[in-house]
């Protein structure tokens, strides 16, 4: 057998394998990006104690699908659904006081956030360079901004709602970069939902620091 013809035939499946895990992923964190919104609409008038428990049932169900992953493709993707209903459930009150106070910010930060997501996104899957030493910096820089956050509702810090939100931003840009790089590099088609999951948490946290900022210009 030609050696260059099997390289070729090598590097041609692996790219094809590649773009059929691009668009599983994609369909994927659109599909959740959907659940959410349903959840949002059918949480609308949910109290804040509800909303709490959403939120936890849903990252119980981002923990379980670290488990499903490896047994059953259609469980995790169950997981994953159930993932973006609940967290539409629990952010449903923040969002409903936006777009009471004002629904242009809503319009505003999702299309903030799509121009966000696809340019970083973009720039994490064509680069060379590896990303990890920067997923790792930044998940350390995510935990001191929770931190921080935590501090700003004990101490008054001024401008510290808006610090907070663009450090956040250049978090995410970081993180995004990271998980499409991910993408791209992944041999793995069962690791889908979990690449999914973590796009569609890129996307949601972006958003919310979006609404930070332009409820604050508005």
Do not use: E
């Not at 959840?39 to 008038?45: E, I, M, P, S």
């Not at 929770?146 to 004990?154: E, M, N, Q, R, T």
């Amino acid at each position: 057998m030609n050696p260059s013809y099997s390289y070729g035939g090598f590097a041609a499946d692996t790219a094809d394998r590649t773009r059929t895990l691009f668009g599983q992923v994609m369909w994927y964190v659109a599909a959740t990006a959907g659940v959410f919104a349903l959840g949002a609409y059918l949480g609308r008038d949910l109290g804040h104690g509800t909303a709490f428990i959403a939120y936890i049932a849903a990252f119980a169900c981002l923990i379980g699908m670290n488990f499903a992953v490896r047994r059953s493709a259609g469980l995790t993707t169950g997981l994953l659904l159930a993932f973006g209903v609940l967290l539409g459930l629990a952010l449903s009150p923040t969002l409903t006081f936006y777009a009471a106070a004002d629904p242009r910010v809503l319009w505003q930060a999702g299309g903030a956030t799509a121009l966000f997501i696809a340019g970083f996104g973009a720039a994490g899957y064509a680069t060379r360079r590896d990303l990890s030493g920067l997923g790792r910096v930044c998940f350390w820089a995510l935990l001191a901004l929770i931190v921080f956050g935590i501090v700003l509702i004990f101490v008054h810090v001024p401008g510290g709602s808006l610090i907070y939100s663009i450090l956040g931003l250049v978090i995410f840009a970081g993180l995004t970069m990271f998980d499409f790089q991910r993408l791209r590099r992944s041999k793995n088609m069962d690791s889908a939902p979990l690449i999914a999951a973590s796009i569609f948490l890129d996307a949601l946290n972006v958003f919310l620091f979006f609404l930070r900022i332009f409820s604050r210009s508005n």
